[in-house]
């Protein structure tokens, strides 16, 4: 069975700092991983995705996810967070060869000024 | 190229009626997901239709159904609204869905508001 758990529901930051997301996944063979981010009235937009190439994903936006195997997690990060990521940002898993997404619960990120 | 796009994008609905929703997916794109998002329950499966098949299908009611046409266009129906049907419901389109490929990338439609009164 494929799931994901989103540590936190919530998270604040300052401008111009870093931003950590943290997913965990568990899953029965070899994921596929992607983080997708919703702003408000909007529908889901792809930040970036694993599928099995390089552990260290870069995406749009200065955002980057690790996949580390031996931690079943895929953190999101952002060395400088901009006022334009306040968001609900999901992680996801999916089988390699499936379509079926799991998504996780969301966290909602705030940026203060 | 244009984007996933859903129809319409408001609804209000009463207790007991039916709705249809429609999505149509990336040109080119014959996989078509749908997702119903509330407050309490998140980001959940619905089914998954490829070639005019459901592939895969979520834990809801018959109420909640789907088909896909031959040009890969999808409709959703859910017969007998009740309260808690009120979410977005987010329609999704894959370039692939063949088994052994490792690109499954989802592109997401802005998504239908229906509201149950």
């Known amino acids: 069975a494929q799931s994901v758990t989103q540590l936190d529901s919530h998270v604040s930051v300052s401008e111009g700092t870093p931003v950590l997301l943290r997913c965990n996944y568990s899953?029965?063979?070899?994921?596929?991983l992607f983080w997708y981010v919703q702003h408000p009235n909007k529908g889901l937009q792809l930040l970036l995705k694993?599928?099995?190439?390089?552990?260290l994903v870069k995406g749009i936006n200065g955002f980057e996810a690790e996949f580390k195997k031996s931690e079943t997690s895929f953190h999101l990060t952002k060395p400088s967070a901009h006022m334009s990521d306040a968001a609900e940002y999901f992680c996801?898993?999916?089988?390699?060869?499936?379509?079926?997404?799991?998504f996780g619960t969301g966290t909602s990120l705030t940026v203060i000024p | 190229k244009a984007g996933v796009t859903q129809t319409p994008r408001y609804l209000i609905k009463t207790r007991g009626q039916q709705v249809t929703l429609s999505c149509s997916p990336i040109?080119?794109?014959?996989?078509v997901s749908w997702y119903q998002q509330t407050p309490g329950q998140g980001l959940q499966f619905l089914f998954e239709?490829?070639?005019?098949?459901?592939?895969n299908k979520g834990n809801f009611p018959g109420r909640f159904s789907g088909r896909q046409f031959s040009n890969s266009r999808s409709e959703m129906n859910v017969s007998t609204l009740e309260l808690g049907d009120s979410a977005l419901y987010l329609c999704?389109?894959?370039?692939?869905?063949?088994?052994?490929?490792?690109?499954?990338?989802?592109?997401f439609g802005p998504g239908t508001r229906l509201t149950v009164l």
């Open positions: 999704a389109s894959s370039p692939t869905r063949l088994r052994g490929d490792s690109y499954n990338e989802q592109f």
């Open positions: 899953s029965s063979y070899s994921p596929s």
């Open positions: 694993y599928t099995s190439a390089a552990t």
């Open positions: 996801v898993v999916t089988l390699r060869t499936g379509n079926q997404f799991y």
């Open positions: 040109s080119g794109h014959r996989s």
């Open positions: 239709y490829f070639s005019e098949t459901q592939r």
